[in-house]
């Protein structure tokens, strides 16, 4: 990871709590207060042109009067190609299926109505199979080169450390994706007009770890959670993605009283579990946290805890939400946490979206991973259709304009609010970062408890729809 001095130089428009995240002299990331400032973007916004596009960074009345305005200003009738890359293959397919079933979605709703200024969206896809730098490069350069795409707009693309970047930024189009990686804003902080077009639509992985630990805090402060003792053990994937959460986890545990009582890398991708859980268990954790997020990997985990629990809350970090999860580990899947920075949520907005991909791909598709690319679709049109237009490879001027509308416009997708942090074009986490829930993206804390059913959330407010319940294996 690169070292940085300064990642968050401000915080949302209304200031709520802002924070800053600085690397110290190891490169470790670590939160700290800041002072909030007004980026060059919002000095400039006065409020007559603020009256202009609406009145607020929500989609408001003078944006639907521009869309109305330009709706006849569509040069062409011709397709916009749109690009995606997902990786189709290997041990992320699951995920990457979810992507294109959400970006074929959202596309059909969009062309239904009118697709953008009355052009249809055309999507072109790329296997990025094990998602490597050299297979995601090349899948960026054939869509760009091969279908000249004015955008490119997927889930997550986990290894490649934002290599992809270069050719898009050459061809300077959007590109709009999921790698929940502070490498993101470390890259865009670096060359903001070179990375004009990167969006990050969901919360760096940064904000696992510390919101993990503020949510085990809550629970415990709240007394819904009786804390035997102060003990986290820490099972850390080996992948860099998965090492940044520990280390967060590990940098915000003591002011929120806790100690790291266990923390051991486990090489990854792995189905046993068998050693490490050995160790745990005589270490006898109130709480343990695997960073590991495939699926299958994880629920072969906690088939394996269970044999011989602990009294210990057991966490896993984003792939516990998914149906693959449930059905391997079955009864054994009741009483697990889980938590994500870009979950489904579980009101009447998402459920229109679920609803859609049930009547479109059947009952037993899973539609959590959909989301993720559903509401970015979504978003880029209707910042293209302020904007004017889509710009096609090369037309930097256009995909500025919509670079801009998206940072200014905020939407409501189902996996929660797009605003764009102005300076690192990623959204940021309620609560952890901002308090302000129109604005950050939830990070959910869940459990399952059903395992027929989708995990309940149970924190934070407003997003509570059920109860903690004791897990099934506690003595």
């Not at 416009?409 to 901002?434: C, L």
Request: aromatic fraction near 10%.
């Amino acid at each position: 990871m690169k070292k940085i001095k300064k990642f968050f130089g401000v915080g949302n428009r209304k200031a709520h709590n802002t924070a800053a995240l600085i690397a110290n002299k190891e490169g470790k990331i670590r939160l700290e207060e800041a002072q909030p400032k007004v980026s060059g973007d919002f000095k400039s916004m006065t409020r007559r042109k603020l009256l202009k596009l609406g009145g607020t960074g929500t989609l408001g009345l003078g944006a639907l009067a521009m869309l109305n305005q330009n709706t006849a200003q569509a040069a062409s009738k011709d397709p916009i190609p749109i690009g995606s890359m997902y990786p189709l293959t290997g041990w992320a397919a699951a995920d990457g299926a979810g992507y294109k079933r959400g970006i074929e979605l959202a596309c059909e709703e969009i062309n239904d109505y009118g697709g953008i200024l009355g052009r249809k969206i055309e999507n072109h896809y790329v296997d990025t199979k094990d998602m490597s730098a050299a297979e995601v490069t090349a899948a960026a350069n054939y869509l760009i080169d091969k279908h000249n795409v004015h955008a490119i707009i997927n889930g997550y693309n986990i290894g490649p450390n934002d290599a992809e970047y270069e050719p898009i930024a050459d061809a300077g189009i959007i590109y709009m994706h999921v790698n929940t990686a502070i490498q993101h804003h470390n890259t865009v902080a670096s060359d903001p007009d070179r990375y004009f077009g990167c969006f990050m639509a969901d919360p760096a992985e940064y904000w696992y770890g510390a919101g993990y630990i503020t949510m085990l805090a809550d629970l415990r402060d709240q007394g819904v959670w009786d804390m035997p003792n102060n003990k986290v053990g820490l099972i850390i994937g080996s992948i860099p993605y998965s090492v940044v959460i520990a280390n967060a986890m590990k940098d915000a545990a003591p002011a929120k009283g806790f100690e790291i009582a266990f923390d051991e890398v486990v090489q990854t991708p792995t189905q046993e579990w068998g050693p490490v859980l050995a160790k745990l268990r005589k270490v006898n954790p109130g709480a343990i946290a695997n960073t590991h997020f495939f699926a299958g990997d994880i629920a072969q985990c906690q088939l394996q805890f269970v044999d011989n629990p602990t009294n210990s809350l057991f966490y896993y970090q984003y792939g516990a939400l998914l149906k693959s999860f449930r059905d391997i580990a079955g009864d054994a899947s009741v009483g697990a946490m889980t938590g994500t920075v870009d979950g489904l949520l579980s009101d009447d907005y998402s459920r229109t979206y679920v609803e859609a991909h049930k009547k479109k791909f059947g009952p037993d598709a899973d539609y959590q991973p959909g989301g993720l690319s559903y509401g970015p679709m979504h978003h880029y049109a209707l910042a293209a259709a302020i904007a004017g237009g889509t710009g096609e490879p090369g037309d930097y001027d256009q995909n500025r304009k919509i670079a801009w509308a998206l940072k200014t416009f905020t939407y409501r997708g189902p996996n929660g609010s797009y605003w764009y942090h102005p300076e690192h074009q990623a959204t940021m986490p309620y609560p952890t970062w901002t308090r302000d829930p129109s604005l950050g993206h939830p990070h959910m804390l869940q459990q399952i408890q059903d395992k027929n059913k989708d995990p309940v959330v149970i924190y934070p407010e407003p997003y509570i729809v059920g109860n903690y319940q004791v897990p099934s294996w506690f003595k």
